[in-house]
């Protein structure tokens, strides 16, 4: 028993440490974001994802191309997510933006899934 409680211990130690890499955000707190114009979303799910369906404002993740669709401000709260909460694809536009300049980084971990998940309406491409 002793056993398992230290191996979960350090699983917990060990996901806390690689979640902390950008902070979370729930879904509540950048859906009301979206509603106060106060966030710029990131989706990094590829092309046909983003055109299916993606969370409302969020802009298509291309590699090198976001600077231009960023806000000026360096403080600017910017959100990057995936798929879900074992997605790392997140990461490459976290820290593109984070590279620029970006001070207030965070990551959606439940992803397009818990978006969904919560009945959060989606917005699709054109």
Known sequence: MKKLLALLATAAIAGSVYAGEFPDISVSELKAAIEKGKVTVIDVNGAASYKNGHIPSAIAYAAGQIEGKLPKEKDALVVAYCG??????????????????????????AGIAGWKAANEKLEKAN
């Open 84 to 109: 879900g909460p074992t997605c790392n694809a997140y990461s490459k536009a976290a820290k593109e933006a984070q590279k620029l300049g970006y001070t207030n980084v965070k990551h959606l971990s």
